[in-house]
């Protein structure tokens, strides 16, 4: 019988040992989190007018691309006019009458 509480003793105390070194860890990891800097207002001010800036281009390269398309879709057409001007046959169109853009 005293085997056996000593081993529940140890066992105790091996927990107790374990938990604390747990504790130690995770309170040194909170305390080095905290301590972590955030970007000063400069730099987020810096950020959000690229942020911005960024998204004007993006709607100014739509823009432009569906310019293009129409631009495409004109010299069709004035192609596919000269064409029947010219009395020669029409062009075959190949695809399923419009252009898939890729956005």
């Known amino acids: ?3 056996a509480i000593l081993e529940d003793v ?3 105390v091996a927990g107790i040992v374990a938990m604390g070194c747990l504790t ?4 040194t990891l909170i ?4 301590k972590q800097q955030l970007p ?9 007018d ?3 800036r960024l998204e004007r281009l ?3 390269v739509d823009t432009i691309a569906v310019e293009i398309e129409r631009i495409s879709e004109a010299q ?3 192609t596919r006019l000269l064409a029947e001007r010219a009395g020669s046959p029409p062009l075959v169109d190949k695809g399923k009458g419009g252009v898939v853009t890729p956005h």
Do not use: C, N, W, Y
Request: no cysteine.
């Open 1 to 3: 019988m005293d085997q």
């Open 10 to 12: 140890l066992a105790f």
């Open 24 to 27: 130690g860890i995770i309170i």
């Open 31 to 34: 305390k080095r989190r905290g």
């Open 40 to 48: 000063s207002p400069e730099v987020t001010g810096l950020l959000h």
């Open 50 to 52: 690229l942020s911005d």
């Open 58 to 60: 993006d709607g100014a």
């Open 76 to 78: 069709r057409f004035t």
